[in-house]
């Protein structure tokens, strides 16, 4: 069974800067997705970034040239940088991981993020 913990969320000032982590553990897949979402209450999940192995990651454009996902397999962690931080990116933000093998995807059990003065 996979287990995805997350840690750094909190409360910042605009402008402010957030580094999050998420540590995967159980996995046997050589080639899986890790990634960050949000939610805002009552409103829908969305991505945030996402990273496989080899491949560019994949950012929403609300967050392009602020936030930097990027992993360390041998740690099977993801780390989200986030900086400039804005109100709007208030929400709880959950750590994802998708086994290429089959697909099947994992959540972690989410971290706040409060952006207030």
């Known amino acids: 069974q996979v287990r995805l913990v997350e840690s750094g969320g909190g409360l910042v000032q605009p402008g402010g800067s957030l580094r999050l982590s998420c540590t995967a553990s159980?996995?046997?897949?050589?080639?899986?997705?890790m990634g960050w979402y949000r939610q805002d209450p009552g409103k829908a999940r969305e991505l945030v970034a996402t990273i496989t192995g080899g491949v560019r990651p994949n950012y929403a454009d609300s967050v392009k040239g602020r936030f930097t996902i990027s992993r360390d397999n041998a740690k099977n962690t993801v780390y989200l940088q986030m900086n400039s931080l804005k109100p709007e990116d208030t929400a709880v933000y959950y750590c994802?991981?998708?086994?290429?093998?089959?697909?099947?995807?994992?959540w972690g059990q989410g971290t706040q993020v409060t952006i207030s003065s």
């Open positions: 994802n991981l998708i086994n290429r093998a089959d697909m099947t995807t994992y």
């Open positions: 159980g996995s046997s897949s050589s080639i899986t997705t």
